[in-house]
């Protein structure tokens, strides 16, 4: 393992000698491309993993109370839902981006394209705070009277709706921590230990915002297209 | 060793953008589907188009394609949920216990 006096996470190459006296160059977690990347997929399949069991017990209640939850859905703004969708398609494309102009050497380019990322991830952010906003002030949230029992609500309609502010509340959670992220990613890239020879950091932090987009991919229509049909009968 | 494989810019940038192309079609297909076609299925549609989408997000935004461990790995975590999802249908088509779930009526 490599170590250093004066940061423990700075990349330097340490040679390890084998029985015939050749050297090798030991590698660090920076260096070590391939093993850095299965060790992030191996993290991002938990994730997918956690967000699974979310989406089986959406799927139980719904088999169980259909009708209530194409009732419920039918009432979510499908409009901001539908910017936001538009919103991180295009936070993938920057954040793609910025990958790539790392890895041609373009470093300013990069960093441009990180800001760009998390510019739009504030925007998802704003409208999904507007959108709550306005779902609070129609009634429709956690621990208000009207999503308790014998509030007006049917049972299946406010389990819909619990199982709806968790998800994209876990999910904007997860926008948040992909904006701390990439903040981190801008700060490494200034001090030089991320740049286009070691950019394992930025794939794997690009890697994570596709899968953050990735699963508003199933919430988006889960949510907010099931009950569309009821309003076009 | 870091990652010094070249880049063909000018291709990937194209690559990207194509991909953007296709994604937002398909989102514009999520938009007017219940409207238009198959409405009487508009969930199982409307996962059928969230998932193209997720393969195209895995194998060209992800960079699956050709990633041979990574990929198996990938398909055995969705294999296991997707195990998990059908035991969960499956049960809940025979559900037994209304009268005394907390899950099917508020509870008394």
Same mark, same amino acid.
């Given at each position: 393992m490599a170590h250093d006096?004066?940061?423990?996470?700075?990349y330097v190459p340490e040679i390890a000698v084998d029985r015939n006296g050749k050297e090798h160059v030991v590698q660090g977690w920076q260096g070590d491309f391939d093993g850095a990347k299965l060790g992030f997929w191996l993290f991002m399949l938990t994730e997918v993993l956690m967000f699974g069991a979310m989406f089986m017990t959406l799927t139980y209640y719904f088999t169980l109370h259909h009708a209530d939850f194409i009732h419920a859905s039918s009432e979510l703004d499908r409009t901001l839902g539908g910017i936001n969708t538009v919103v991180l398609l295009f936070s993938a494309l920057t954040m793609g981006l910025g990958l790539l102009k790392m890895r041609s050497g373009d470093v300013k380019g990069a960093k441009l394209m990180i800001w760009a990322t998390i510019l739009l991830a504030l925007v998802f952010l704003g409208v999904k705070a507007l959108e709550w906003t306005n779902d609070y002030n129609e009634g429709?949230?956690?621990?208000l009277e009207t999503m308790?029992? $014998?509030?007006?609500?049917s049972f299946g309609e406010i389990l819909f709706f619990g199982m709806y502010f968790t998800m994209t509340g876990l999910h904007g959670f997860h926008i948040i921590i992909g904006i701390g992220l990439m903040l981190w990613l801008l700060k490494r890239i200034n001090s030089k230990k991320v740049s286009p020879e070691h950019h394992i950091l930025h794939f794997n932090i690009a890697l994570y915002w596709d899968l953050v987009h990735l699963i508003w991919v199933f919430v988006f229509p889960y949510f907010?297209?099931? $009950?569309?049909g009821a309003i076009h009968g | 060793m870091a990652n010094h494989t070249t880049v063909d810019y000018k291709a990937e940038k194209g690559g990207y953008y194509k991909v953007l192309v296709g994604l937002l079609l398909l989102t514009a297909l999520t938009f007017i589907q219940p409207s238009m076609f198959l409405t009487d299925i508009t969930f199982g549609i409307q996962m059928l188009i969230g998932t193209v989408k997720a393969w195209i997000i895995l194998m060209y935004y992800m960079h699956l394609k050709g990633e041979k461990l990574i990929g198996w790995t990938v398909v055995f975590a969705v294999f296991i949920v997707v195990f998990f999802f059908t035991i969960v249908i499956i049960d809940v088509s025979n559900f037994q216990y209304a009268d005394v779930s907390h899950i099917t009526s508020p509870a008394k």
């Open positions: 006096s004066h940061d423990s996470h700075e429709i949230f956690l621990g308790q029992a $014998g509030g007006g609500k907010y297209m099931t $009950g569309a | -």
